[in-house]
């Protein structure tokens, strides 16, 4: 990542939980490409898929960098969005 390049950066961070169906999500090695396990699959290119990860290790590779911009004097923003099925 580029610090301070005014370019978008997008994570999915997935929590799987015991009965996760793991057959929906493909998270390839590169760590860059979400695909949906269905017939009319859709591919997301991210920054990165954080499966499995601490809150530090998320910390560290998102939200460091717009920190630190901040705190030199740059604009950052986190959009956080989270989904329940209720």
Known sequence: MKAHSGEAVVFVRIRPT???ASGLI???PDGKESKRGQPSSWSFR???VLQDVS???VYTRVCARVVQGALNGYNGT???LYR???
């Open 18 to 20: 015991d009965n996760f």
């Open 55 to 57: 809150q530090e290790d």
């Open 46 to 48: 991210l920054e990165g």
């Open 26 to 28: 493909e998270c390839p």
């Open 84 to 86: 329940t099925n209720n």
């Open 78 to 80: 986190f959009f956080c």
